[in-house]
């Protein structure tokens, strides 16, 4: 009504002439907009974190993965059951937000929190025909990330925290129960991994239940929970927060479960998984061999690119990308000064003694100095690109032994929001073979600064957004952006040396060949072998390394296409807005706009760069 008395009356105006006045009463109506507007935004965000807290309640590990200490004790509930009534849920919030909020009346912000919500929701409903598609174990399975949660994110630091850590410890047995089901289930419908995710996880399996209390041999070595049982524990007792009586109380208990019914779970699921290897196939195929495959394929593809792409178009993206890389490396050989091909190039590179770390302690320890050299570097430029900077710190580390790969990617954990457990940048270090020196700086700005840790931690750091966009991931945004961060590296005054530069380039061609061969895998019916060769044919990494990797895609389909998709979409928003605002472009607003939202669909991201540019415009 209020709206409607002002328009009459600004008609009224007009037909006296009172400009003045005129101008005065529109700016009270714009004002009256973008307040209600901002009302509106304001009680749906309040919504939104209510419903977020709703939500933590169907994850005890996310929530103690962000550093909250409720429902400390338990684990989350892996059944299929659990994942329809959070499905049900989600369907609620979204007809509940629908029927309660008027979605014109909101701020752009508060229409992106919007649209991002009813994204989850989409995401959801497109997944559940595929809930028997998913490879639940092999490399980084549950039975690895367990041990891994508690070890890593499981912070004892009072008796009470111990006490939920012993009922975790009762929970495993549970857990390890649930997926095995759903594993054996997946199975008899014609789901199964290729023989080798089997052995990934026979392997991790033995390294975790090897040593005390699994084996009680004087010469074994404590296995990798024992080991953290006693470490917790004895810094209860160090702080003097228990005595020794409740120490060994702890020991006991501890033990007592871990060599009872944590030792028959994980047999139980050794034993399914060395009994069903004999079912799976032994030449790896891509999930067209499973029952609807090419759809699951394509919903993946979906999934991980947030985009709606084919299969071939992909394919194609990456043929092209890796002919242009080609010849910006073919470029780099020359001013080196090597004679010979690009491929004997590559060849010269996996083999030059040079480029490879001592594998001892010290090789080792001199990679670490030199990741630290490289992101101490990166940091101090930080300022000239971006004006906002993540808070919390950042460490380096090798891999737990328990589950450790031989030429295993990289990889980074976040830290918590407030910043009491730092992001963590792990390297498997077992095979130093697969860490050239060439490619160390490239990597360090992936994982570090600028890229994962930088982007998630400032994510995760955001305060004027709803809780539930600072934990909001996509794929190809995160990855892109890391992808996109060693591109944005050189420009920032990183790869000065010359073959730190052509490992800057293998990096990008690296996830061009990822266009290419998980495609090729998934959707043109690749061999294992037909995919190692187009890989070490285009890039010098190791054969080592590529043979993980390879495995790698065929374990988990449609995740290798996200990087590259991701990166491209980031620089051609960065080229729209360049070109349209000209000298007014400004390199540190534009990625405070990128990283201000949190990991966005691609989409949107593009959208919300758009929307900035014309604010930009019509302040100048």
């Not at 070595?221 to 006693?230: E, F, G, K, R």
């Not at 609807?292 to 985009?307: E, P």
């Not at 060693?486 to 060949?513: H, T």
């Amino acid at each position: 009504m209020r709206n409607l008395c002002l328009l009459i009356l600004t008609l009224f105006l007009i037909s006296c002439g009172e400009s003045n006045t005129l101008t005065e009463v529109t700016q009270t109506a714009s004002s009256t907009v973008v307040n209600s507007a901002q009302s509106e935004t304001e009680r749906l965000n309040k919504w939104l974190d209510e419903l977020w807290e709703e939500q933590l309640d169907f994850s005890p590990e996310l929530r103690t993965s962000l550093g909250i200490k409720e429902d400390y004790n338990k684990l989350d509930d892996y059944t299929l059951q659990a994942q329809e009534e959070q499905l049900a849920w989600l369907r609620t919030s979204v007809s509940s937000m629908e029927r309660d909020f008027n979605y014109d009346s909101l701020t752009d912000d508060g229409k992106l929190s919007w649209d991002m919500w009813s994204y989850a929701l989409e995401e959801s409903e497109a997944g559940v025909p595929f809930r028997g598609h998913v490879y639940l174990y092999g490399r980084g399975g549950i039975q690895s990330g367990l041990p891994n949660f508690l070890i890593n994110f499981h912070r004892v630091d009072t008796p009470e925290d111990m006490d939920a850590y012993i009922s975790r410890l009762q929970e495993i047995d549970r857990v390890l129960g649930e997926v095995l089901e759903r594993a054996q289930a997946n199975a008899a419908a014609g789901v199964r991994q290729p023989a080798f995710g089997y052995e990934f996880a026979v392997d991790e399996i033995r390294r975790i239940t090897s040593g005390i209390p699994f084996n009680t041999n004087d010469d074994t070595p404590n296995s990798p929970l024992w080991t953290d049982v006693q470490t917790k524990v004895g810094g209860l007792l160090e702080n003097d927060l228990i005595d020794e009586e409740q120490a060994q109380g702890y020991r006991e208990e501890a033990r007592s479960i871990l060599e009872s019914e944590v030792a028959t779970a994980y047999q139980m699921v050794l034993a399914w998984l060395q009994a069903d290897m004999e079912n799976a196939s032994a030449e790896a195929q891509g999930v067209w061999a499973l029952p609807n495959g090419r759809a699951y394929y394509d919903y993946r593809l979906v999934q991980m690119t947030t985009l709606d792409i084919t299969a071939d178009e992909i394919h194609q993206i990456g043929l092209d990308e890796v002919e242009r890389l080609l010849a910006e490396m073919q470029a780099i050989k020359n001013e080196i000064g090597f004679e010979g091909t690009l491929q004997s190039f590559f060849e010269f590179v996996r083999s030059d003694p040079n480029n490879y770390y001592e594998s001892t302690d010290a090789g080792r320890q001199q990679y670490l100095d030199d990741n630290y050299a490289y992101l101490d570097s990166i940091n101090e430029v930080l300022p000239d690109y971006f004006g906002r900077l993540p808070l919390a710190d950042l460490e380096i580390r090798r891999v737990e032994a328990f589950r450790e790969q031989d030429g295993a990617a990289q990889h980074y954990f976040p830290g918590t929001p407030d910043g009491s457990r730092p992001g963590v940048y792990y390297s498997h270090m077992s095979d130093m073979s697969s860490l050239p020196k060439h490619q160390v700086e490239d990597v360090l700005y992936h994982e570090g600064n600028p890229g994962h840790h930088m982007q998630i931690a400032i994510q995760q750091e955001l305060a004027d957004i709803p809780r539930f966009r600072t934990q909001y991931f996509t794929t190809a945004y995160v990855e892109g952006w890391g992808l996109y961060a060693e591109w944005l590296a050189k420009e920032m005054g990183g790869f000065e040396n010359p073959m730190s530069d052509f490992g800057r380039l293998g990096g990008e061609i690296w996830r061009a060949i990822r266009l290419v061969v998980d495609t090729g895998i998934h959707a043109k019916q690749w061999t294992e072998e037909q995919a190692v060769e187009y890989f070490l044919s285009n890039s010098d990494s190791s054969e080592s390394s590529i043979r993980s990797e390879i495995k790698r895609y065929f374990a988990n389909p449609g995740q290798a296409t996200a990087y590259k998709i991701g990166m491209m979409n980031i620089q051609q928003a960065r080229a729209n807005a360049e070109a349209a605002l000209g000298n007014d472009f400004d390199i540190r607003a534009f990625h405070d706009v990128i990283l201000g939202a949190g990991a966005l669909p691609l989409q949107l991201m593009h959208d919300r760069v758009d929307r900035w540019v014309a604010e930009v415009q019509s302040a100048n």
